[in-house]
T-cell receptor, first 113, second 114 residues
Framework: AQSVTQPDIHITVSEGASLELRCNYS??????LFWYVQSPGQGLQLLLK??????LVQGIKGFEAEFKRSQSSFNLRKPSVHWSDAAEYFC???????????FGAGTTVTVRA | AAGVIQSPRHLIKEKRETATLKCYPI?????VYWYQQGPGQDPQFLIS???????DKGSIPDRFSAQQFSDYHSELNMSSLELGDSALYFC?????????????FGQGTRLTVV
């Protein structure tokens, strides 16, 4: 079975500082990996995804993520956080190529001025 | 660009009542997925349809049923509602049932059972 762990429930970061959100997955083979962002009361927006190829994936809004097979990780990063990045971030895995996603518990990001 | 439309956006029902949530996929998308996100929880996969046939099933209670119609819209029917059914219900759509395109999520229907 596939599963995702996001170790950090809540992260507070200063505006302009860098951000890294951790994601570890459990799956036998190389899964499809996703990062979604959810603003309060809003739906899920896809930030980026990894299927294969280059392990450093660029996404929208200046986010990137790196797939590390040896660590079973897919951490999300942003060099300089903006106040509008305050939201909840979900890492998700799909091991069967059918969009039956398993989500992590989410990490809430608070941005302070 | 057209997105996934879910209706209603908000719904309040009493225990033991029924509810119907609707999802209108992006035009030409033939695959629909339903997810349930409880308060403070991560989204959980419920069920999916491809070309009007159920393609996969997750943790969907027996009290719930869903279908996809000829115009590809989908409805999630929920009966004998319980307080624990209060959640945000997401629908997503994609084309081809596989990764021909990514799946796009709607804004969700917030169901409150009182």
């Amino acid at each position: 079975a596939q599963s995702v762990t996001q170790p950090d429930i809540h992260i507070t970061v200063s505006e302009g500082a860098s951000l890294e959100l951790r994601c570890n997955y459990s799956y036998g083979a190389t899964p499809y990996l996703f990062w979604y962002v959810q603003s309060p009361g809003q739906g899920l927006q896809l930030l980026l995804k990894y299927f294969s190829g280059d392990t450093l994936v660029q996404g929208i809004k200046g986010f990137e993520a790196e797939f590390k097979r040896s660590q079973s990780s897919f951490n999300l990063r942003k060099p300089s956080v903006h106040w509008s990045d305050a939201a909840e971030y979900f890492c998700a895995v799909d091991g069967s190529n059918d969009y039956k996603l398993s989500f992590g518990a989410g990490t809430t990001v608070t941005v302070r001025a | 660009a057209a997105g996934v439309i879910q209706s209603p956006r908000h719904l309040i029902k009493e225990k033991r009542e029924t509810a119907t949530l609707k999802c209108y996929p992006i035009p030409r998308h033939d695959t629909v997925y339903w997810y349930q996100q409880g308060p403070g929880q991560d989204p959980q996969f419920l069920i999916s349809f491809y070309e009007k046939m159920q393609s996969d099933k997750g943790s969907i209670p027996d009290r719930f049923s869903a279908q996809q119609f000829s115009d590809y819209h989908s409805e999630l029917n929920m009966s004998s509602l319980e307080l624990g059914d209060s959640a945000l219900y997401f629908c997503a759509s994609s084309l081809g049932g596989r990764y021909n395109t990514e799946a796009f999520f709607g804004q969700g229907t917030r169901l409150t059972v009182v």
